[in-house]
T-cell receptor, first 112, second 113 residues
Framework: DQQVKQNSPSLSVQEGRISILNCDYTNSMFDYFLWYKKYPAEGPTFLISISSIKDKNEDGRFTVFLNKSAKHLSLHIVPSQPGDSAVYFCATMKSSGDKLTFGTGTRLAVRP | NAGVMQNPRHLVRRRGQEARLRCSPMKGHSHVYWYRQLPEEGLKFMVYLQKENIIDESGMPKERFSAEFPKEGPSILRIQQVVRGDSAAYFC???????????FGPGTRLTVT
């Protein structure tokens, strides 16, 4: 029972363009939504989060959008840089401090 | 300002042996989470511990797996009588006072031969 889905296993984007990563979830009880970035042989690194009472949160080049009616969130990276090449996981949390439920990840490749 | 430490980074065990994975949280963090990533899958929650207490073990297999976080020392994830299906990357994360952000360690890659 995959509660959090990332339907695109991979994405390739030209440097300087926008990267859009998508995530769908099934459980409307989640209060927080997070994005993590992971390089090979390293642990995930927190990128940005959004609470269920908001529909947008921005931090530098990263913006997360939440559409609660569609149970969908997305991460926008603009402009994309080669150093952004990594696997991106969306994750959900029922309340602060609770366990994270991860999606299966999207591998982003930013071409120079 | 050390981050979350995990050791060993790589562990090879034969079927039937025991595996012990260690996690030292960030300084001042008293909440530890263990996750497992099977090949080509996302991370899956296993157990959440606070000092000397198991808070949520809903993701732990019923047999052979146990976890502890003693008052002193690292958190330990113990797998008894390992099988090939236990081969995975095991990550621990720590947080401060049930905060939103969990900080992950580099993981332990367990290979069962």
């Amino acid at each position: 029972d995959q509660q959090v889905k990332q339907n695109s296993p991979s994405l390739s984007v030209q440097e300087g363009r926008i990267s859009i990563l998508n995530c769908d979830y099934t459980n409307s009880m989640f209060d927080y939504f997070l994005w993590y970035k992971k390089y090979p042989a390293e642990g995930p690194t927190f990128l940005i989060s959004i609470s269920s009472i908001k529909d947008k949160n921005e931090d530098g080049r990263f913006t997360v959008f939440l559409n609660k009616s569609a149970k969908h969130l997305s991460l926008h990276i603009v402009p994309s840089q080669p150093g952004d090449s990594a696997v991106y996981f969306c994750a959900t949390m029922k309340s602060s401090g609770d366990k994270l439920t991860f999606g299966t990840g999207t591998r982003l490749a930013v071409r120079p | 300002n050390a981050g979350v430490m995990q050791n060993p980074r790589h562990l090879v065990r034969r079927r039937g042996q025991e595996a012990r994975l260690r996690c030292s949280p960030m300084k001042g963090h008293s909440h530890v989470y263990w996750y497992r990533q099977l090949p080509e899958e996302g991370l899956k929650f296993m157990v959440y511990l606070q000092k000397e207490n198991i808070i949520d073990e809903s993701g732990m297999p019923k047999e052979r797996f146990s976890a502890e976080f003693p008052k002193e020392g690292p958190s330990i994830l113990r797998i008894q009588q390992v099988v090939r299906g236990d081969s995975a990357a095991y990550f621990c994360a720590s947080s401060l006072d049930r905060g939103l952000e969990q900080y992950f360690g580099p993981g332990t890659r367990l290979t069962v031969t």
